[in-house]
């Protein structure tokens, strides 16, 4: 099982000890991870990944939006390890955006957006990077997915996973940044209904918020 660092349920901090958008502060609860942990945390998940798949080209698939945040840190970091280390691999990137969210809940139909030629992706390793898993079903259906175009190798990297015991389906990532109790959560690119993507550490939305910003 890969590695991760374990947000326990009542693990937050105070939003007053942070610095907070203005226009955000009556409509969260709590600060979860602030942005200096995420980056430390992803600069070692960077180094893991390029130690495991320095052997061929890599291409990196960012799922939009959400993972755009994480994305751009992570493959900075894999850059630099690409420039200073002695094991470097020729490092490529593509887009692709899923949508299985409406409001704060789940729908259960997954909608693929965009990687309609995935070709490139023959014969080569593929790193998925996600911003958070749930319940798994979104993850599976994108790798029966980039399964069709014969890479040589999928591995997974997401920023978060969450502790969904009576709704998971039991996937986990290959790399995982944090686990984290079953909250919803915005930041760090992570948004409800296409606000709270300008907030730097991820927090827990309260009530007041999901109300404001419901569609």
């Known amino acids: 099982m890969a590695g991760y660092i374990k947000i326990e349920d009542d693990q937050t901090f105070s939003k007053q000890m942070f610095c907070i958008p203005q226009h955000y502060e009556d409509y969260l ?6 942005k200096g942990l995420i980056l430390n945390r992803t600069e070692r998940l960077a180094r893991d990944i390029c130690r495991d798949l320095c052997h061929g080209p890599l291409v990196a698939l960012c799922c939009l939006k959400g993972g755009y945040q994480f994305f751009s840190h992570l ?35 997954v909608k693929i957006i965009g990687g309609d030629d995935l070709s490139s992706v023959k014969g080569k390793n593929v790193l998925i990077v996600e911003d958070i898993i749930d319940t798994g079903k979104t993850m599976k259906k994108l790798l029966e997915v980039i399964s069709q175009f014969k890479p040589a190798q999928v591995k997974v990297v997401s920023m978060l996973v969450k502790r969904t015991p009576l709704r998971s389906s039991s996937y986990r990532p ?23 993507r300008d907030l730097n550490h991820i927090c827990i939305i309260n009530k007041e918020g999901i109300e404001k910003y419901r569609t």
């Open 29 to 34: 609860e709590s600060v979860m991870i602030p």
């Open 75 to 109: 493959s900075e970091f894999i850059i630099n390890y690409n420039g200073t280390s002695g094991h470097s691999v020729p490092f490529s990137i593509d887009f692709i955006r899923l949508k299985s969210y409406e409001n704060d809940g789940s729908t259960n139909d």
């Open 174 to 196: 290959d790399y995982i940044g944090f686990e984290i109790p079953d909250k919803f959560v915005v930041g760090y690119a992570l948004d409800y209904n296409e606000y709270f």
